[in-house]
């Protein structure tokens, strides 16, 4: 088992003026499952690529345990990767798929044999080891890739987006059985996604990045209740934290015609801003007589729960083709109808956020 360490790791690609990954420090500890999340473009996969040794770090340097590893080629990394399109080898059964790389390094075939039927039993895969991976469905081919990377027995597990060619109700399956295997194996694991749902199940951290920077690393439900800025604030969470601006007036944030509650301390964190920006989790509202005005145009019935998607009241039809939606999690028992009414606020729950520095001030 290890440790991993991005010491101001940077990787600048050749003819760009701005770094894929800009000095990320990151610290990962023995048997974790750290999780890489962000948009497309923002440097996970690429961070994952330079501690595999398949990017060059430009700059700043990366530990594997007590080894600095910024300049070895993959093979002396003792790492697996696992790769979101399988890479098997289509003329081997899955046993040889799997035992491959031991072959490669000359493992007698006896424990070869022995290696590869222990993981096919953790993996669920005895009956398919005869057999080729066309005759296998997605998620059992990705299985297979996994048992070739754990018959290995690596120090450092690195998966890049393993689930993405799965279909939806694989993906979950699929998702509780690798967690469930790290958790077995206690591997220290590298997983990157851009899925937040992914990402807030398996990881025992999270690390958000955005544009190669790091936003914040933390346990999952410590990002969902206090995210330090306004993009970590949008990414986690399905639906999205609503993330609205109002206007800064005694006692609190006014919008539309009611004010939300914020303490004299909280706004004074950001002083001479005349807006600031709320954030407002979906099950953070409740229908009420008083409350910020909506124009609801959808509901979705989802048995227990149902979701209202509006608008601000009062706005122009045109307008409320670009104005940012509310979204509102409610007990399907309360209710609720198209047209016209007012949410009330947990004022407990909201997250203030400075329009200007777009950091988290409550």
Not at 30 to 54: H, I, N, Q, Y
Not at 156 to 169: C, G, I, T
Request: charged letters at 20%.
């Amino acid at each position: 088992m290890a440790t991993v360490s991005y010491k101001d790791a940077t990787r600048i690609y050749p003819g760009s003026d701005h770094p894929a990954v800009d000095r990320l420090n990151l610290d990962i500890q023995d048997g974790e499952f750290m999780v890489l999340v962000g948009p497309s473009g923002c440097g996970k996969s690429t961070s994952l690529r330079m501690l595999a040794g398949l990017e060059e770090v430009n700059e700043g340097r990366i530990f594997i345990g007590d080894r600095d590893v910024t300049d070895l080629p993959p093979k002396d990394r003792d790492i697996a990767m696992v790769f979101q399109n399988y890479a098997l080898y289509p003329h081997m059964t899955v046993a040889d798929n799997m035992g491959f790389a031991l072959k490669m390094q000359n493992v007698p075939k006896a424990e070869r044999q022995e290696r590869v039927l222990k993981a096919a039993k953790l993996l669920g895969l005895e009956e398919y080891l005869t057999r080729k991976p066309k005759a296998l469905s997605g998620g059992q081919r990705q299985r297979v890739a996994m048992g070739r990377a754990i018959v290995r027995q690596p120090h450092v597990f690195l998966m890049d987006e393993p689930l993405s060619n799965l279909d939806a109700k694989l993906r979950v399956s699929t998702r509780t059985q690798i967690a469930a295997l790290q958790a077995n194996l206690g591997v220290t694991t590298v997983y990157v996604t851009h899925d937040q749902v992914e990402a807030m199940t398996m990881g025992h951290r999270v690390a958000v990045m955005k544009d190669g920077l790091l936003q914040q690393v933390d346990a999952p439900m410590t990002l969902y209740d206090k995210p330090v800025n306004l993009f970590v604030a949008g990414f986690i969470g399905s639906p999205a934290m609503n993330l609205i601006k109002g206007q800064v007036v005694d006692g609190g944030v006014q919008i539309g015609d009611y004010v939300v509650p914020v303490a004299r301390e909280i706004l004074a964190k950001a002083p001479g801003e005349a807006t600031l920006t709320l954030g407002i989790r979906p099950e953070n509202f409740h229908v009420a007589d008083a409350g910020i005005a909506v124009d609801v145009s959808v509901i979705e019935d989802l048995g227990a729960d149902i979701y209202l998607y509006a608008t601000l009241a009062g706005m122009a039809e045109a307008d409320k083709l670009t104005a940012p939606q509310i979204v509102a999690r409610l007990n399907a028992r309360q209710g609720a109808s198209q047209g016209r009414l007012r949410l009330g606020v947990d004022a407990a729950a909201v997250h203030v956020f400075s329009n200007e520095s777009e950091l988290r001030i409550s």
